[in-house]
T-cell receptor, first 117, second 113 residues
Framework: GAVVSQHPSWVICKSGTSVKIECRSL??????MFWYRQFPKQSLMLMAT?????????EQGVEKDKFLINHASLTLSTLTVTSAHPEDSSFYIC?????????????FGPGTRLTVT | SQKIEQNSEALNIQEGKTATLTCNYT??????LQWYRQDPGRGPVFLLL?????KEKRKERLKVTFDTTLKQSLFHITASQPADSATYLC????????????FGTGTKLQVIP
């Protein structure tokens, strides 16, 4: 149980284009999903907290107009990187918490490797 | 400023020995602390959670200790195996927080056959 999927697993796009990444909880419902970014040999940095049916909460320094988050249902959150640039190339990881789950435990997706050329 | 520090140097250990990883934090009042395993190119996998009022937690070959006075957690893997080789991350959520979990930089463990 408690599986989180991400799609795509990797994507290469040209500078200036937009890329959408999907995060799904497959066998549980998640009121809250999180989006992280991880650069090589660095830790996960929280970008935003996504709540179903409401606006996402962005961390300081993360542009909400560039990283659009939509938590459309209890099992799906999407991250759209708009007008991507090479510096946006990174490993994007989502996580989710079960509605009834123990406080703290998050289930992570496998990650999406974004390369902007 | 708030910090979560893990040994950035890789830890190499012989198979069968106990691996001990350290997580120190400053300017946090964590409600609990978590440990995750991350393999290259993959998302983290939850291992253990320990609450602020717990001293020790065990799960199979894993043991976590939590000392809120020292502001430190130790993560032990007994009878280590090459399959345990990975990066291990500690993570904190402050008490009273809005579910924000902050991760340390991780320690890479290499178990040598």
């Amino acid at each position: 149980g408690a599986v989180v999927s991400q799609h795509p697993s990797w994507v290469i796009c040209k500078s200036g284009t937009s890329v959408k990444i999907e995060c799904r909880s497959l066998d549980f419902q998640a009121t809250t999903m999180f989006w992280y970014r991880q650069f090589p040999k660095q830790s996960l940095m929280l970008m935003a907290t996504s709540n179903e049916g409401s606006k996402a909460t962005y961390e300081q320094g993360v542009e909400k107009d560039k990283f659009l988050i939509n938590h459309a249902s209890l099992t799906l959150s999407t991250l759209t990187v708009t007008s991507a640039h090479p510096e946006d190339s990174s490993f994007y990881i989502c996580s989710a918490r079960e509605i009834s789950g123990a406080r703290g435990e998050q289930y992570f997706g496998p990650g999406t490797r974004l390369t902007v050329t | 400023s708030q910090k979560i520090e893990q040994n950035s140097e890789a830890l190499n250990i012989q198979e069968g020995k106990t691996a001990t990883l350290t997580c120190n934090y400053t300017n946090y009042s964590p409600a609990y602390l978590q440990w995750y395993r991350q393999d290259p190119g993959r998302g983290p996998v939850f291992l253990l959670l320990i609450r602020e009022n717990e001293k020790e937690k065990r799960k199979e070959r894993l043991k976590v200790t939590f000392d809120t006075t020292l502001k430190q957690s130790l993560f032990h893997i007994t009878a280590s195996q090459p399959a345990d080789s990975a990066t291990y991350l500690c993570a904190l959520e402050n008490s009273g927080g809005y579910q924000k979990v902050t991760f340390g930089t991780g320690t890479k463990l290499q178990v040598i056959p």
